[in-house]
């Protein structure tokens, strides 16, 4: 008796398993609990046994009928939790649409410049060293031929943190910090931040430059001229001229201004760095003979070499990290 149990209800869980939509499930229940089901079926076999064996059939097949009922009762419960879950998604989420697409970040043309600028130097020897954005007064003025009094300071004299330190306007009191703690020969290349009260489609209060210099014995105006034309062309092409021009500056003896050419065809020219050889002053500040040591430095505005780079005329461009035009880069 108990071994047909097993078969009658090891046939009907396993085809309670194999459900898999409540159609299929209220199917089976016919099938098993109708007026012509299988249960029906074997309760009318009941009148075929003898009477002592009728009682046990007849508990066998009720304990059997409960087992199956509970069963698919726990089924069709799971059965309708998925349904109700698939409502959900096919209300919610478009299965037919394509996927997200992942999109790729870009470096900023004012960092792909930067890195541009480093590697060029970096091949003509040039170490890359870093210093702080908050500078003192000492090195950001003093130290480099431009005391309190003296009129260059005017259009420098900004951002203030308090009465010694401020955001250093120029990349420059990078050359005192490594004269001061290294020794020559040194060629230097210093890329960051610096800060000025500008704001106009040419300039920012806040914008790049990179910083370089070169100390050691017998540098001459030539290697600074050299230096300069070989990075120019190497960053904007080798097409473009290059021009130099006297001018003054505090922390440079001589000074000159360098010009690059664009819209070419028009003679058309554009003031692009300031340059010279180190004041023997300078030199003497931090701790070098300029009898046994000299040196050029000059320094570039990253934004105005990214501008003529990429044909930009507004270079607050850069900062307002509008994708429609990072994007082009």
């Known amino acids: 008796m108990e071994e047909i149990r097993e078969l ?7 085809k ?9 499930a209220e199917k089976l229940r016919v099938n098993v609990f109708g007026r012509n089901g299988m249960i029906k079926s074997k309760f009318k076999e009941i009148k075929k046994l003898s009477p002592e064996k009728r009682a046990e059939f007849g508990k066998v097949l009720n304990n059997t009928k409960r087992e199956i009922e509970l069963l698919l009762s726990e089924k069709i419960k799971r059965l309708k939790e998925m349904e109700k879950q698939n409502e959900i998604i096919e209300k919610t989420v478009d299965l037919t649409l394509p996927g997200a697409r992942r999109s790729f970040g870009r470096l900023h043309p004012i960092t792909q410049v930067i890195q541009e600028c480093v590697d060029v130097f970096s091949k003509m020897g040039f170490e890359v060293v870093e210093a702080p954005e908050i500078e003192t007064s000492y090195y950001n003025f003093k130290a480099l031929n431009t005391p309190e009094w003296h009129p260059a300071r005017d259009l420098h004299d900004t951002f203030y943190v308090d009465d010694e330190r401020l955001l250093r306007t120029h990349t420059s009191p990078v050359q005192i910090r490594t004269m001061e703690s290294r ?4 060629r230097i290349v210093s890329p960051g931040r610096v800060y000025r009260k500008d704001y106009d489609s040419s300039h920012l209060p806040a914008f790049f430059q990179i910083e370089v210099f070169a100390v050691d014995r017998d540098i001459s105006i ?28 505090p922390f440079t003896e001589p000074s000159i201004e360098v010009d690059v050419s664009f819209l070419e065809g028009k003679n058309r020219w554009l003031e692009l760095l300031g340059a010279g050889m180190i ?9 070098l003979d300029p009898n046994e040591w000299q040196g050029f430095a000059f320094g570039m505005g990253i934004e105005r070499i990214a501008m003529l780079k990429y044909g930009i005329d507004d270079i607050r461009e850069f900062p ?4 429609g035009f990072l994007k082009n880069f």
């Open 8 to 14: 009658f209800l090891g046939t009907i869980k396993e």
């Open 16 to 24: 309670i398993e194999k459900l898999k939509t409540l159609e299929e």
């Open 183 to 186: 020794k020559p020969p040194l």
């Open 222 to 249: 030539a290697d600074l001229k050299a230096t300069l034309e070989n990075a120019i062309k190497s960053i904007l092409g080798k097409d473009k001229r290059v021009r130099f021009r006297p001018h003054y500056f």
């Open 279 to 287: 004041h023997p002053q300078i030199l003497r500040n931090a701790g």
């Open 320 to 323: 307002r990290n509008y994708l």
